[in-house]
């Protein structure tokens, strides 16, 4: 059979248009670096959108990996196995809470929430009490539930009309919040620190008010933790040091390890809602993912991960700050552990497109912020690097424009 070759024209001619690929064909990867067929090497500063947690190649990931596969595959949920026994006890240890649900996506796990808040709603009597809220400028997903959660006009545009009984709450806005909640609202979905919004904390007042509304109106939280769960905040949840006290939270992106897996974690009013037949999904929890699922947290509590992500993410805000009162260009910086966003003059793509230049792999989001979303094993040294690298590319910006 002929080879495709891997280039801009034929991604043009194969694929629908959705996804702005970068024009690089990546081969492998090593740490923190990603390295292009042609073997140039890329600093790593978004770990596939928040997934790599350790890096590339780690060992114990690819070894988890290699021997659950040599096992078993696939058999679906009409079997019990072992690696997701393993991953669910794991995973309710951790939050304290009472139930799992596997799926394969972020996604998936936000339209698996969005159903066990209605079902549980319903179970109350009260048939109206499906409303289902989420926060201004938050990313919940794409698929239809998930979609109607999204702040974001760009990801709706064309596909109206949404799933009915849908909402939004203004981001950190109390007195929306009070105006918004009521008897008929089943469930209220928060990202206590917003991904695609441009990392963007929630308040601990907001959190506070919303568990007494939670009290007054018997609704669930639902925490979404795919981008800032799994220890990127430097706590395993990010709403731990809040006491969020979510009654469902979904996690994904570096569950799986890199390999497609998401979870729905329920507490104990919810453990009863699904019953045989009312949700599933012929992937989810696939025993490969789920073995990397238990290697992926394994290695995070041994490597101590989180207590790094905090020390690493202290040293990147650090260094930003001083590279913000050197460059005008940088208008805020906003770290919680290694989630950082960095509000710059203008359209952050412009220099994401500069640092690709310079081998550095930054997002940009929300416009004008710069993300940066490193494997949580990037060393201190690596952290630097990019912040020299974006330190030169400002500098020579400023030059540019006084030519
Ligand atoms: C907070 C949050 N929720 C949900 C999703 C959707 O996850 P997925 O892309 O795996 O469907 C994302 C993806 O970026 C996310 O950041």
Redesign the pocket.
């Known amino acids: 059979m002929k080879r495709v070759p891997v280039n801009q024209e034929s991604e043009q001619k194969l694929f629908f248009h959705n996804y702005a690929r970068l024009p690089i064909a990546v081969a492998h990867g090593e740490g923190v670096w990603l390295v292009s067929d042609d073997g140039t090497r890329y600093l790593d500063m978004i770990s596939g959108?928040?997934v790599n947690a350790l890096g590339y190649g780690d060992k114990r990931l690819t070894e988890a990996i290699s021997s659950q596969a040599a096992k078993l595959i696939h058999a679906s949920n009409l079997f019990m196995m072992a690696p997701q026994f393993e991953l669910a006890g794991k995973l309710l240890a951790l939050s304290g809470l009472s139930k799992v649900f596997f799926a394969n996506?972020?996604?998936?796990?936000?339209e698996a929430a969005i159903k066990i808040a209605r079902k549980w709603a319903g179970q109350s009597g009260n048939q109206e009490k499906k409303e289902v809220l989420s926060l201004s400028n938050?990313?919940?997903?794409?698929?239809y539930g998930?979609m109607s959660l999204t702040a974001k006009q760009k990801y709706v545009d064309g596909f109206e009309p949404l799933l009915a009984g849908t909402g939004m709450i203004g981001f950190n806005d109390i007195a929306d919040l009070e105006a918004k909640v009521s008897g008929k609202t089943a469930a209220v979905f928060i990202?206590v620190v917003?991904?695609?919004g441009g990392i963007h904390h929630i308040s601990q007042t907001f959190i506070d008010r919303l568990k007494e509304l939670r009290e007054q109106y018997n609704f669930l939280i639902v925490a979404?933790?795919?981008?800032?769960g799994c220890g990127r905040t430097g706590t395993f949840f990010s709403y731990t040091p809040l006491d969020a006290d979510p009654d469902l939270v979904?996690l994904?992106?570096p569950l799986g390890g890199g390999l497609?897996l998401?979870a729905v974690i329920g507490s104990e009013k919810v453990a009863d809602v699904l019953t045989y037949g009312n949700h599933g999904t012929t992937f989810g929890g696939n025993p490969v993912a789920c073995a990397a699922g238990v290697a992926m947290i394994k290695a995070i509590e041994d490597d101590q991960l989180m207590e790094h992500a905090r020390e690493i993410g202290t040293f990147i805000n650090n260094e930003l700050q001083k590279l913000a009162a050197k460059h005008s260009q940088i208008l805020e910086i906003r770290q919680y552990g290694l989630m950082v966003g960095i509000t710059v003059d203008k359209e952050a793509k412009y220099y994401a497109a500069s640092a690709l230049k310079k081998h550095l792999l930054i997002n940009a989001t929300s416009v004008n912020v710069i993300r940066l979303l490193p494997p949580l094993v990037i060393s201190r040294e690596e952290a630097q690097h990019c912040i020299t690298t974006l330190d030169e590319i400002f500098t020579e910006e400023t030059a540019e424009k006084s030519c």
């Open positions: 959108i928040g996506s972020g996604t998936e796990a936000i938050c990313f919940h997903g794409r698929t998930a990202e917003q991904g695609e979404d933790e795919i981008q800032a979904c994904a992106k497609p998401s």
